[in-house]
């Protein structure tokens, strides 16, 4: 079992930078595959970055690739995701998920493990 609680989000204005965290409880979140996805008003739930249980392979959403980061750190037991160069359009909540299968994919039904979510606004 994992538990998984996001922080870092908030306010901020067109152009700027956030850092989400997911820390994660639990001994085995080496083993795991990470994802982060985020979901805006009225839109479906959707893909943003995903990263392997050694943070060799990352990949991510056309939509962020370039503008977000993301990494973890498996002696923290946290993984993150660098947000620069932020747009309204990224305005949502944003969550992060487990895969016990240690890869981490683009798909929701691959993640076994979700955290509550943080918000990020991002004002014009």
């Known amino acids: 079992q994992v538990q998984l609680v996001e922080s870092g989000g908030g306010l901020v204005q067109a152009g700027g930078s956030l850092r989400l965290s997911c820390a994660a409880s639990?001994?085995?979140?080496?083993?795991?595959?990470m994802g982060w996805f985020r979901q805006a008003p009225g839109k479906e739930r959707e893909f943003v970055a995903r990263i392997s249980w050694t943070g060799g392979s990352t990949s991510y959403a056309d939509s962020v690739k370039g503008r977000f980061t993301i990494s973890r750190d498996n002696a923290k037991n946290t993984m993150y995701l660098q947000m620069n160069s932020l747009k309204p359009e990224d305005t949502a909540v944003y969550y992060c998920?487990?895969?016990?299968?240690?890869?981490?994919?683009?798909?929701?039904?691959?993640?076994?493990?979700w955290g509550q979510g943080t918000q990020v606004t991002v004002s014009s």
């Open positions: 639990g001994r085995t979140f080496s083993r795991y595959g």
């Open positions: 998920a487990a895969d016990r299968n240690a890869f981490g994919g683009a798909q929701q039904r691959e993640y076994d493990y």
